[in-house]
């Protein structure tokens, strides 16, 4: 395992990553401060960035830092989401056995979030994960959510959070209402060369590496080949390094990197 070969402590380009561990550079550290910003003033925010950037692994550290006993955090994330299931899933989150039809389920969500609200003394923050496959009745939906919710006493935090496209989505004119609705937006955006051999090495670090095993020359080809893409560094990275215990090096470097974007992704 590379693991063993390389005398890390787990391997270092995982899902799994404890959050204590996540990297931030300047512009994840600022949507990071957006997302807190959006919790703490009961507003509405929209987080955009190409497949891949770290959207949802930011969502989970903001969501990590959130003081249990001042927030209740709601996280959905459906590729299919109608209101029906919208409100079955918020309701089941909570602990709730949902209604049956949605104009129940609505006026239950709406009671359960009062309770929360007056008696619980917390703040009900909604993260809506992949956004941009909402549907036109879900958007709608939502901006519902946001008429009932925070025009009249202003507490709740929705996060809407999806790839490029939400942007555009929004911008439709027949989207304008909610468009014009939103109080915060940031977009994610790639890494760039530095940022991509800051990512690596702290990625590296994080597993207790003895050494530096990546040449910045290697990170650098990676960076070029992924379009500073984290994901798709995070694979390639991982099967440079198993392509180098296979063939015993202790150093991956930009010949290495060479070989396995030939082998694996262009043959």
Excluded at 89 to 98: D, F, K, M, S
Excluded at 115 to 122: L, Q, Y
Excluded at 227 to 252: C, F, H, Q, W, Y
Aim: charged fraction near 25%.
């Amino acid at each position: 395992m590379i693991n063993d070969f390389f005398k890390l402590s787990k391997a270092p380009f995982t899902r799994d990553i404890a959050v204590t561990d996540l990297w931030l550079d300047g512009t994840r550290k600022e949507m990071h401060s957006r997302l807190v910003f959006i919790a703490e003033n009961n507003a509405f925010g929209v987080f955009t960035g190409d497949a891949g950037t770290g959207k949802s692994t930011l969502v989970r550290r903001f969501a990590s830092s959130l003081n249990r006993n001042r927030f209740q955090l709601i996280y959905i994330t459906d590729s299919a989401l109608t209101p029906r299931n919208f409100y079955w899933a918020v309701l089941r989150e909570l602990g709730q056995i949902p209604r049956f039809h949605r104009g129940d389920a609505r006026y239950q969500l709406q009671k359960v979030l009062s309770e929360i609200i007056s008696t619980e003394k917390r703040t009900p923050v909604f993260v809506i994960d992949e956004a941009h496959l909402l549907s036109r009745e879900m958007l709608e939906e939502i901006r519902f959510l946001l008429n009932v919710g925070m025009d009249s006493i202003s507490n709740m935090a929705l996060i809407l959070v999806g790839q490029t496209e939400l942007k555009d989505k929004l911008r439709l004119h027949i989207n304008s209402a909610i468009h014009q609705r939103v109080d915060l937006r940031y977009h994610l955006m790639p890494l760039s060369q530095e940022e991509s051999i800051d990512y690596v090495k702290a990625h590296m670090s994080s597993v207790h590496s003895p050494r530096d095993i990546f040449t910045d020359s290697a990170i650098l080809l990676m960076h070029d080949y992924c379009d500073g893409i984290p994901r798709r560094i995070n694979k390639l990275a991982t099967l440079s390094l198993m392509a180098a215990e296979s063939r015993g090096s202790s150093l991956v470097d930009d010949h290495l990197v060479h070989l396995v974007i030939e082998k694996e992704f262009e043959s």
